[in-house]
């Protein structure tokens, strides 16, 4: 049974001594027919930046027989101990199932870890009790996790959970029942159960379905964007390019109507510890005239707002947008040109257009009185140093003009990971020591120039060994855990086993069935890759 008005069973106030927590769910544990441990594999601030977790955390807390808590670990490395619940100080033993969402491929030894110090075992053969698995680092490819997690979703929270969560209260005494029964649903994976393919569930329309209005906030701690009530405007993009993971799995485009996001706001902001000061989530933006009305709205009602990333197209450039983000409080600009080269420009799909072009656009950021930090990926195996230095000089101009006005600009650089469903699964990685040395051209070219924030190599490498493995990899990831959960331990583990790691660096091969076929992460998605790779193999070929 669903509760009418889950106020009942929220604190509005904290309870200082018991909790610096704000917003969150009290049941008595004891009155649920269900405990479910939420189980968020990483630091507590990045728990609170997560909207996922808010939306799981009252989604599932809305069905009155079951009390959802959370977990998270204390530190990145060694062993964590004695995990406890946050909301009622209980060990991770006294609960009858698991719920865990990976975001970041790499997460998954921190579950690992969390889960054996709680006396958990991590790999599902041997575990009576249930773990149940979600999130954008599982969802095009769960094989990798395949001997810890039980039941995969692959799907958005806001449609699978209840279903799953009122399965298991009907057949919860019997594991084996479970997983049979909720194998027949259409986005569920079950290992041991699941034959034939698995299509992703998503939302159709954004406005019908759940949102947290009330979010956790703490009273000390800030979340990684800082205080303020995180909303989400869209979900997914118009986009595909190339490299992007995230577009895949958030597909088809989806934006919630301005009505729905001025209610979502006017409520939300009664509970939040921020005020008036949203945090806007989304992929994409500017998109539509809508989301403009959207910020003159929050700017004539006093909001300040968080901006995302933001794409440099029409919206952007020819309507009073700019104008907006500096009234909501915003000074600087994020937006990732990716490459400033025009040929690897066409094989990223993404902005196509000269350097100069890209660079007046950067440009005119600046002159509007906004700082600058741009994203760049490098690595694309058919990327030539002469690539890589048209980049290198179109940063060091903006560097120059960015100085002169008295603006700051900070880089980040990422290499380029393949990732499954996109077309780099057939292409793979470039060498750790290529890499390596082009990210040394751009340290020595930029550093002390600019603000240079390169992505860790070794972990770039470790998160795409994951994402990308045919093979389940709990054995290892145990190993991982009990060898303190550091970078270089797992590629030491990698060595050991003799893990052969061609399908990181020399990817799939074309026309092969892919580890992940079975599943079906959206509409297009498989057929764009096969399109774009096509359309790769021609550019490369002239
Ligand atoms: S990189 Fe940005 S614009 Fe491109 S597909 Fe991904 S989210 Fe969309």
């Known amino acids: ?112 870890n969390l889960l054996e110090s709680g006396g958990i075992h991590p790999l599902r053969r041997e575990r009576k009790k249930i773990l149940i698995l979600g999130g954008p680092g599982v969802m095009a490819n769960p094989i990798p996790f395949e001997d810890i ?30 997983l049979e029964k909720i194998s027949d649903l259409s986005y569920v994976y079950v290992p041991e159960y699941t034959e034939g393919f698995v299509k992703r569930s998503y939302v159709k329309d954004l406005d019908e379905s759940f949102y947290p209005i009330r979010q956790i906030e703490n009273i000390e701690i800030e979340p990684v964007y800082g205080r303020g009530f995180k909303l989400e405007i869209s979900r997914g993009c118009k986009h595909w390019c190339s490299f992007c993971f995230e577009s895949r799995l958030f597909q088809p485009y989806r934006e919630r109507s301005l009505q729905r996001l001025k209610e979502i706001v006017e409520k939300g902001s009664r509970y939040t510890l921020g005020g008036k000061r949203i945090i806007i989530y989304s992929l994409l933006m500017p998109a539509s005239i809508d989301q403009i009305r959207f910020l003159e709205y929050l700017v004539e009602n006093g909001y300040k707002a968080s901006i995302p990333s933001l794409r440099i197209n029409d919206l952007f450039l020819n309507t009073d947008f700019l104008d907006l983000v500096s009234l909501l409080g915003q000074r600087t600009i994020v937006t990732a040109p990716e490459t400033f080269s025009l040929k690897i420009q066409k094989t990223y799909f993404k902005y196509i257009e000269p350097e100069t ?68 699964q057939w292409i793979g990685m470039r060498e750790l020591d290529q890499l390596k040395n082009i990210l040394r051209i751009f340290r020595e070219e930029l550093g002390g120039i600019i603000d240079l924030r390169p992505l860790d190599l070794e972990w770039s490498l470790i998160q795409t060994s994951i994402s990308l493995s045919p093979r389940p990899l709990g054995e290892l ?32 091969k074309y026309g092969d069935v892919l580890p992940w076929d079975r599943i079906i992460i959206g509409e297009n998605v498989e057929e764009v890759a096969k399109k774009q790779y096509e359309t790769l193999n021609m550019i490369l070929s002239r």
């Open 357 to 424: 072009h890209l660079l007046s656009k950067l440009m005119y950021i600046i002159d509007r009185g906004f700082d600058l930090k741009i994203y760049m990926i490098y690595g694309a195996k058919w990327e030539k140093m002469e690539d890589i230095k048209t980049s290198i000089d179109a940063i060091k101009k903006i560097a120059r003009y960015s100085k002169e006005r008295g603006r700051s600009l900070s880089v980040s650089l990422n290499p380029l990971m393949p990732r499954p469903k996109t077309l780099f």
């Open 149 to 178: 997690a039980d039941v995969f979703v692959i799907g958005e929270i806001e449609n699978t959970m209840k279903e799953i969560i009122e399965l298991f209260l009907e057949y919860k005494d019997d594991k084996k029942r479970f």
């Open 1 to 112: 049974m669903l509760i009418k008005d889950i106020d009942r069973y929220i604190l509005t106030r904290p309870d200082v001594r018991e909790s610096l927590e704000y917003n969150v769910v009290r049941k008595n544990p004891l009155r649920v027919s269900s405990r479910i441990a939420f189980i968020y594999p990483s630091l507590y601030d990045v728990m609170l930046s997560s909207l996922a977790v808010d939306m799981i955390y009252f989604l599932v807390n809305e069905i009155e027989d079951v009390y959802l808590e959370r977990f998270h670990v204390r530190s990145l490395k060694g062993y964590e101990k004695d995990p406890r619940s946050l909301e009622t100080r209980s060990p991770l033993k006294d609960f009858d199932l698991y719920i865990s969402s990976i975001h970041y491929e790499p997460d998954i030894v921190n579950l690992v």
């Open 477 to 508: 990831i145990i190993e991982w855990s009990r060898e303190g959960r550091g970078a270089s331990s797992w590629i030491r583990i990698l060595k050991r086993h003799n893990i052969d790691l061609r399908y990181v660096f020399e990817g799939y």
